[in-house]
């Protein structure tokens, strides 16, 4: 395709002029670093003014979400820290309103997704929260229409899984619809706005549709290219439009004031071994009559996990990211090496767009195969502990996470309880309402003396200022067994244990059968927490010592009334010794807001004989249980069930807490 910009009217650029720019030649000059040392997967947005917004990111590692914010100012060449996110995240989107304000769109912190969105107003830097999408996302596209809604597509759902769902929010009345669906299910794709508000979508990873209900979950870049017409809401077939000329994902794709959309970087699935990523420059004229993209500028770095916004004055910022073209060679295949991390911004203006060639480059371009040929395993994009499998090895992936900002603990602890509002006040009433019950409130009385006696008979002591009774009062630290040659913080520990637990189990729960039958009680076995889980706890809790985490098994007695409960505790067998006693029923219990409302009696018991295995026994109220069970499964009005709602507010609540911990040890 011959490529001559001055037949589409365009109008010249002025070359940004900087001093350190190497040659007046160079289309690239360097500016101040960004701020941030969590500067990969971050978002960015123009903002009137030739500025730019960039807000959130994670670490190279991508294990420490950001919640940090900036305003850089290209003429000034300086950055300007604003108010940070009110979550911290990555894998998110932002994009500038027609109002000028900057929307922000769901993402996700450590093994947490989210629905959450704001917008930010720069002029008086403040953020406000908007209706939320109606799933979990991250890794989606993003793109303002000029009506002032807002268009998300596909991305990564609650289930790990590539969508190719598309939303349509309404700022103005809260209202999320879907529209048309994508051909295909792609994350981490290249989105933008069009100056006939038609939004267009590149690149990306897709999940292989043959291959999709395996048990290894495979997914492939695309080097698709679609167009969605807002106003018939439809998407172009991958044919009707020229494909990149390589697979990529993770591309940067912006719009020019004249119209001309840039495909920037991306990474080339061919080059992943060798951790080679693209550093192409392409340019495609969406209006000719024969559109395909043309080579013109080469990044003059290799990186990945970077972002780029196209200012008014047509200069291109490229921030952040990673460089991953030197690889150690003993680094994995795949495994991309975090000691070169490229942080310096890089500003491109296309002032010689007349020199863009006049050809395709040798490669040419490659056609779209609808199969999606050319599969790789996504390694890590889970970043979750795999399922154990009974005489299997866990592999899992720790996940280091720092915790959202907050002035403290308790600010924090408010915000997470936010999620949970609605399903705390159910706890509350229900709880209330019992409690006003014919001999209720005197049988909780019965309760506590039951379990003080219980504590006396373990030699247990009541902590300072709360319902938790501990053998050590000063630390009240207990320890799964210790076993010999066996590292607590790796995943061979976990995996010993359950086999412990699988062995040793069935001499317990006859114990425990037994007394619920005398005490005329339901028992409960399990469920087991999951591998995954107790990773996050021993991470967020316990600095990684597995052998802290003291609720591998769980079991249950779910009893009707107070009355019940004490007749369990003052029946319980002498040969289980309690460690641990937490009575969220006390009435000095001032822990509820910990549990998003929820109560219940949880005491911590180890194995008899020499079998140093400790579980958790939880005392339920039959009002609670079934309560629980039914706020489990409700779905709000963003689609989000009460499981999904407890488990957002608890990994928030242990970020805070995590933090917490980390800033006493600082500060010590």
Partial sequence: MAFAPASRGLRPLVPFKAADTESALDPWSTLPEVPSEQNCRMAATALPGNRVFVCGGCNPDLTEPSDAAFILDVEARSWKRVKPLPIARFGHTCVTLPSGRVFICAGRAAMLLFSHNYVYDPDHDRYTSMSRLPMSLYYHGCAALPNGNVLVVGGIDKNYGVCNTVLIGNLETGVWKEVAKLPVALARVGCTTLANGDVLVCGGYAINAVQAESVKVTFAPTSGVTRYDVVADSWTAYDALPSLPDVVAGVGCVTLPSGLVLAIGGSHFKHRKNGMHSTDVRVLDVQADNPDWVLFKQLPTVRRDFVAAALPNGTVVVMGGRNEARKKPAQPAGRPTVADVFRPCTEWTAADLEAAPSRLDASGRAAVEPSIQGLIQWSGMLERARKYQ??????????????????????????????????????????????????????????????????????????????????????????????????????????????????????????????????????????????????????????????????????????????????????????????????????????????????????????????????????????????????????????QTGHERYIEFRGMKELAEFKRQQESVNNS
């Fill in 390 to 639: 009974q005489g299997g090895q866990i592999e899992v992936r720790v996940q280091r996470a720092s915790a959202q900002r907050a002035t403290d603990y308790a600010a924090a602890l408010e915000q997470a309880n936010a999620i949970i509002e609605a399903d705390t006040l159910q706890y509350k009433t229900a709880y209330s309402k019992h409690l006003r019950l014919p001999g209720e409130a005197d049988g909780r009385n019965l309760l506590e003396d039951a379990v003080q006696d219980l504590a006396k008979r373990n030699g247990l002591e009541a902590a300072a200022d709360v319902s938790y009774v501990y053998k050590d009062p000063t630390q009240g630290t207990v320890y799964q067994t210790n076993l010999r040659g066996i590292d607590p913080k790796t995943p061979d520990y976990a995996t010993k244990l359950f086999e412990m637990f699988d062995y040793n189990l069935g001499a317990v729960d006859a114990q425990l059968e037994s007394l619920a039958k005398a005490a005329a009680v339901r028992y409960v076995r399990g469920p087991r927490k999951k591998v995954e889980r107790i990773f996050e706890k021993a991470r967020l809790a316990y600095q990684g010592h597995l052998n802290r985490v003291t609720d591998y098994e769980r079991r249950s007695f779910v009893c009707a009334d107070f009355g019940e409960m004490a007749r369990v505790i003052e029946m319980f067998p002498a040969d289980l010794e309690v460690l641990r006693i937490k009575n969220r029923f006390s009435r000095t219990n001032r822990t509820a807001k910990e549990s998003g409302g929820y109560r219940d009696l949880q005491m911590v018991i180890q194995f008899p004989g020499s079998v140093d295995l400790l579980m958790e026994v939880q005392l339920h109220l039959k009002v609670f249980y079934e309560l629980k069970a039914s706020v489990a499964a409700s779905e709000d009005a963003h689609g």
